[in-house]
């Protein structure tokens, strides 16, 4: 567990944080998909892709701060219930030793004990012995009245902590969903424009996307961040003439796909089996593939760096729903497909 005054400097961390959420703008009517001159629903989608990870990943950190506060509130109210169990020991003590120094003296005054004592030097030590356990239980018991004070303090804080974390995780939660609501039909939207491009089989200009913060060092990865496996390199199914050429990546519309590595982008085309599709030479003669794209976002002819944003998933030409299509080849051409799998894991891109 973290230390504990690190816990209040988390508070106004989440307001920031739900502060520059709420401040960013998440208008999905705007702009003209594929124009080129406005940022368009397909940029507008990954701008929201990001929000909604930001929104959920703080809400995560804010949901685990108020785990921890209370957790520590709980053990807080141990240590008072403890400490009060002792004290009431304590009383209980000092009350036995006032009870029986009143029944050995009988209620005479100390003076006269001295006089009728068989051993006034005895007498006069156990008195001292007596009074030093009175003070010492005196002592114990202000001790533990004390720390009963700090204890009872330190819970209200912790409390109030937790509360306090609760409330902006609930604002938090609240904003992630609004924009998961809002990424939704943004996604729909985008779809729709790609279905209407692939039938036509006419693509729109490439839609510019804001770029991820941080560049990868790594000369391979894998085409999309975040997915699951779904049909796989040499498969069967209806609907393929043979068997699958390549590796599906299920994913939902909109999400960023990245180059697997440096190269020039060689061909964007809409129509076909594949829907919009974009397919990149590398440097080392071969080529991947990215199908059933919903938007480019780079044009023919253009020099891609590994993990750059090239377009985004969709679900166009021959697919039953939204999925990241990813092939690689020794040529350009379909049907020159090798295993995706093993070729990124010899590259070091395990999947």
């Not at 106004?12 to 080129?36: F, H, M």
């Not at 509130?73 to 003590?93: I, K, S, Y």
Request: aromatic share 4%; hydrophobic share 40%.
């Amino acid at each position: 567990m973290r230390p504990s005054r690190r816990h209040p400097l988390l508070v106004p961390a989440l307001l920031c944080a739900l502060a520059v959420l709420a401040a960013r703008p998440a208008d999905v009517t705007g702009g003209d998909e594929g124009t080129g001159g406005g940022p368009g629903v397909s940029a507008q989608v990954a701008r929201l892709y990001e929000d909604a990870a930001l929104a959920t990943q703080r809400y995560e950190a804010g949901r685990r701060a108020a785990g921890e506060q209370r957790e520590r509130a709980r053990r807080a109210e141990r240590l008072l219930g403890h400490e009060r169990r002792r004290t009431a020991v304590l009383r209980e003590d000092l009350g036995r030793i006032a009870r029986a120094q009143y029944r050995s003296g009988g209620g005479l005054p100390f003076t006269a004990h001295l006089i009728v004592a068989d051993d006034p030097q005895q007498l006069m030590h156990g008195r001292q012995a007596l009074s030093r356990a009175e003070s010492a239980v005196d002592r114990m018991i202000g001790s533990s009245r004390r720390a009963e004070a700090r204890l009872a303090a330190d819970e209200a804080r912790a409390a109030a902590v937790r509360q306090a974390l609760e409330r902006r995780n609930a604002e938090l939660d609240g904003l992630r969903k609004s924009i998961g609501r809002r990424l939704a039909a943004a996604r729909s939207r985008l779809q729709g424009q790609a279905d209407a491009s692939a039938a036509a089989g006419t693509c729109h200009g490439a839609v510019r996307l804001d770029q991820p913060g941080t560049r990868s060092t790594r000369a391979w990865v894998a085409p999309v961040e975040t997915y699951e496996l779904s049909a796989g390199f040499g498969s069967g199914g209806a609907r393929w003439a043979d068997r699958h050429t390549g590796q599906d990546f299920a994913v939902p519309v909109g999400t960023p796909v990245r180059a697997a590595g440096a190269g020039r982008v060689v061909r964007v085309s809409c129509g076909g089996p594949f829907g919009i599709q974009i397919v990149v030479r590398h440097a080392n003669g071969y080529y991947t593939q990215y199908g059933h794209l919903a938007a480019v976002a780079v044009g023919q002819g253009e020099r891609v760096a590994a993990g750059q944003w090239i377009g985004q998933s969709g679900s166009t030409g021959n697919s039953t729903g939204p999925h990241l299509h990813f092939e690689v080849r020794v040529t350009p051409e379909a049907g020159s497909a090798v295993d995706p799998m093993a070729w990124l894991a010899a590259r070091g891109v395990p999947l």
